[in-house]
């Protein structure tokens, strides 16, 4: 992230006051009613011609501090929030662990568009592991590369789903029976 350059404040406050929708009352979200990037987050042009990102202007001006290299994680879920109080700083981490917590994960398991195999196929791939059979083998019955099996192997793929029994580590143990 980049360092916010105010340094027009009391012009920017203002502009940017200009765009939002607080309509709903303090405890609403308010709404950026500005450029947007492709993701639905405001995009806001400070005086100087730098471009910033609308919550991460409006957290700066709240609090009288740059967010640095920090993100600006809404609570409310709603990308044109600028509203200070729905507005927090986390590592992307939190910020990840947030989206997990509130069941925004959008590509886990099953719900991934693009995903070839089953809770019921990782099921039985599972147990395919734990009876010591090769990734080649087991992939080729499910119709997927050996690398899909070696990911779900070594729980870096489906690792949301339940993983009893299987054992982290170089993907050439065998599951714990």
Known sequence: MKFIPI????????????????SGGPDACWTWQGKE???????????C????????FAYALA???????LFVCH????????????????TQADNVSDMIAKG???????????????????????ANICEGRAN???????GVTHHVI?????????RNENTSGMRRGNGRERAEL
């Open 7 to 22: 340094t027009h404040p009391a012009r920017d406050a203002a502009r940017f006051d200009a765009l939002l929708d607080r």
């Open 37 to 47: 990037d492709g993701q639905g987050y405001g995009r806001f042009r400070l005086w």
């Open 49 to 56: 011609g730098v471009d910033v990102q609308a919550n991460r």
């Open 63 to 69: 609090t009288g501090s740059d967010p640095g290299d």
């Open 75 to 90: 609570k409310c879920d709603n990308p044109p929030c600028c509203n200070p109080r729905h507005l927090f700083l986390g």
């Open 104 to 126: 925004r994960a959008r590509h886990i398991g099953e719900r991934n568009g693009a995903a070839k195999l089953t809770t019921c196929d990782l099921e039985a791939i599972r």
């Open 136 to 142: 080649v083998d087991i992939a080729r019955e499910h």
């Open 150 to 158: 070696s990911r779900i192997r070594r729980g870096r793929s489906w």
